[in-house]
């Protein structure tokens, strides 16, 4: 072999020197005039403006070669050749095809349209320049996107017709195949975990139920890498400092469909914290740092507790304005004892001004609603407290389905940064339907147009119209959450509400009310707020021969119309993490309507509701809900039978057919009462096989609910309880909700409604 390459190499050069011989060895002349032969499409002004060489210029070899190699760059041609006639240079050129048009048969995967948009990056497409380097390059682009969706035995075929007026076309023939599946997963060097355990913890995995919908069985480098990384944290969060991924090996069968992939570990000892300090020039209390420090000595190593720590120190320097604090965990270990000691080194370094705040995304929001909700200022001090706090409050206007800060730092400045929001605005405005069905009623239909930030103000124009044959209601309120600078809201409704009862377990009354009103919130803190309002109503009640003695008597001493002047108070917080996708946080409100002694009727209602969501491991949150409502009559006067508490349905407790909890009389009927107590408790976690996609959730929940009235009303009291499974999806039509309910401890008196849904569509 090592003879025969001089050999070779010797050939090949003599070659060369004779072709370059016969084409360039020419005699030096004077360049008279200029003569292009051969084109078709190219302009001969074109090869003029890439010729090194003008008429009156002297051409020798070395100036024939650079005019040969300047034009077989441009890529137009295929052969060039020149020659000489008495002094004037003919250029002689035969042109690459032009691409007539490119066809992809086979393909199903993809539209055809995007397999061609990239074909252009690689160089091929219509009316350009055929080549063929550029064709094998787009032939692996195609393989290589099949290949990222898991189809390894991909085959593609080219064919390349030539057409006349030196054109081609191009015709890619795929042959899609099966996608390879992963068949199994090898783990080699564990000793304290079981491979079950650790496969958990990976994104890829062998064939399951629902690996049609994840695609959870399909192989990628990426995901790899990150399921390694998944491995390592986990043991490195455990304890085992010197944890060690040695290698992987991916193989693939002969015939393209199955994937094997091991993985061999070393997972050493595990090790204990010793001791733990701080050191550098912290700036804050040496105490309040110390406070921080989430690694303690005795504990199980824990890299995530390591990083926290640093975090959380970084974090409180940054709230003064050191927005590039250092902080770095310096190890001491003793491998003969398995034991590690850490000193947290702290470098504030130069403290940090926010020079400029931009906001981009927002096609539809106005600047000025975001820039509102904003904490951190321009030209303040860095605060990562606020910069956080702002992005909490522009993510609960629940406008855009992404809120994203980054804070750069100002180029060629060492103590300025800028603050960047980049949103992705959704659809506020929304058209929603809700429905149930039950065997007395059979399918019962509600609707609600909303704007929630109308024409991009912030304000929230909204109408309900409910035409259902028990409960029909009009309304339309605006509110403007910033009627004043400094956040005051004010908002108006008007309504009319028509309750035929007929059809329903509740006591047989129809009542037609109609009112209006208007309202103010008063920030009283960055999560924590009250609200006040006036309102004035005109209730016209219907009975019916079936109504309930009770009823009678009520409208025989206070008449058929009654007019009311409602006054409101209602106090808010809310800390919750995110109105997208909530996983930590509360929400508490409590709310007390009054009926003013001005007309006849007089009462009180009050009501308290409160949500806690906790991120219990991972994905999964658990959410405690609560409520509590009391109500009556004040001066004498009884509460108002069309302002009992009722329970039961959608939004209180599930299974039961809606507002049928609570006292009866003696045909059934459902009264209301003057207390109400509702809860429930609820495990939210992505739904199974969508990996980290945020806008379906699966959860179990269980509920319990009752309604009292005073101590003489007889019926169903006591508690009710039902356990269930929901799906809900923030879709990009709109929210949908499903719920499945079971009853436990039903009483033979209560009505069931086990199946329950609500839907919408956006706009």
Known sequence: MNNKKPGRLKFLLCMSAAWISSAWAIQPFTVKDIRVEG?????????????????GDTM????????????????????????????????????????????????KDFPKDQLKESMKYAGLAEARIFDKGALDKATQELKRQYVARGKYGVSVTTTVTELERNRVSVVFNVVEGEVS???????????????????????????????????????????????????RSFYMDNGYLEFNIDSTQVSITPDKKDIYITVNLTEGAKYTVEKVSVSGEMLVPKAEIEKLVQVKPGDTFSRKALTGTSQKIGERLGE??????????????????????????????????????????????????????????????????????????????????????????VQGVADQMDVNIAVKEKSTGNISVGAGFNSGEGLVLSAGVTQANLFGSGNQLSTQVNTGKVNQVYSISHTNPYFTDDGVSRGFDVYKRNTDSQSTAVSQYSSHTLGAGVRFGVPIGEDTGISYGLAIERTELGLFSTSPTRLLDYIGTFGNTNSTWLGTIGWSRDTRDSAIYTTEGTVQRAF????????????YKANYQHQLFYPVKGDLTLLLSGEAGIAGGYDGRPLPFFKNFYAGGSGSVRGYEANSLGPRDATGAVLGGTKRVVGGVELMMPF???????SVRLSGFVDAGAVYGPGDLPGSAGLRYSSGVAFTWLSPVGPLKFSYAVPIDKQPE????RFQFTLGSMF
Not at 39 to 55: D, H, N, W
Not at 688 to 694: A, L, R, S, V, W
């Open 39 to 55: 084109i078709q499409r190219t302009e001969a002004g074109t090869v003029f403006s890439y010729l090194p060489v003008k008429v």
């Open 60 to 107: 020798d070899d070395q100036q024939s070669a650079a005019a040969i190699h300047a034009l077989y760059a441009t890529g137009f041609f295929k052969d060039v050749k020149l020659k000489v006639d008495h002094g004037v240079l003919i250029v002689q050129v035969h042109e690459r095809p032009s691409i007539a048009s490119i066809e992809i048969n086979g393909a």
């Open 181 to 231: 599946k992963i068949k199994q997963i090898n783990l080699v060097g564990n000793r304290d975990y079981k491979e079950d355990e650790l496969l958990d913890l990976m994104d890829l995995g062998i064939p399951g139920w629902f690996s049609w919908f994840s695609s959870r069985d399909q192989y990628s480098k990426q995901k790899l890498s990150a399921d390694l990384e998944a491995l």
């Open 320 to 409: 003064e304005g050191y927005a590039f604090a250092n902080v770095n965990a310096i190890p001491e270990i003793d491998k003969e004892h398995h034991k590690v000691s850490f000193n947290f080194v702290v470098d504030p370094g130069q403290r940090v001004y926010i020079r400029r705040i931009n906001v981009s995304g927002n096609n539809k929001t106005r600047d000025e609603v975001i820039r509102r909700e904003f904490r951190q200022i321009e030209g303040g001090w860095f605060d990562v407290a606020k910069i956080k706090k702002s992005k909490q409050r522009v993510d609960r206007l629940d406008f855009f389905s992404e809120v994203n800060i980054e804070t750069p730092q």
């Open 592 to 603: 007390t309507e009054i009926a003013l002694p001005v007309y006849e009727i007089r009462y």
């Open 688 to 694: 199974p096989g969508m990996g980290k996609e945020k």
């Open 750 to 753: 209560d009505k069931l409604q």
